[in-house]
Nanobody, 111 residues
Framework: QVQLVESGGGLVQPGGSLRLSCAAS????????MAWYRQAPGKQRELVAG???????NYADSAKGRFTISRDNAKNTVYLQMNSLKPEDTAVYYC?????WGQGTQVTVSS
C-alpha cells in the first residue's frame, strides 16, 4: 500500500497559479485511478480531478478549463496544475490512490 505526500500549496492572489504534487512511496503505474479532492471549511470533500493509468482525465465542472491533472509514473507523482485561481478554490487539497489518502495541502486564494 503506497503512502502519499502532497506539496505545493500556499497563499496565492486571485487569478494566480499553483502546481500541486502528490508523491507516492511506491509505484503508481498499476494504480488505475489517481485523483485530487478538496475540502473547504464546513463543506464535504469533493472530487476535483482524476486520471487513469492510461491518461484519461475527468474534472469537476468547477475545475474544467482551469485545472490540469497529470501523472508521471516514472517519478511516482501526480500533479495538479491550477490556473486562474478563485477565492472559492480555497480548501485543503488531498491526493487519493484507491483507498489511500494523503495528509493534504492547504490552498488559500486571497488578495
Amino acid at each position: 500500500q503506497v503512502q502519499l505526500v502532497e506539496s505545493g500549496g500556499g497563499l496565492v492572489q486571485p487569478g494566480g497559479s499553483l502546481r500541486l504534487s502528490c508523491a507516492a512511496s511506491g509505484s503508481i503505474s498499476r494504480i488505475a485511478v489517481m485523483a485530487w479532492y478538496r475540502q473547504a471549511p464546513g463543506k464535504q470533500r469533493e472530487l476535483v480531478a482524476g486520471i487513469s493509468s492510461g491518461g484519461s482525465t475527468n474534472y469537476a465542472d468547477s475545475a474544467k478549463g482551469r485545472f490540469t491533472i497529470s501523472r508521471d509514473n516514472a517519478k511516482n507523482t501526480v500533479y495538479l496544475q491550477m490556473n486562474s485561481l478563485k477565492p472559492e478554490d480555497t480548501a485543503v487539497y488531498y491526493c487519493k490512490a484507491i483507498f489511500t489518502w494523503g495528509q493534504g495541502t492547504q490552498v488559500t486564494v486571497s488578495s
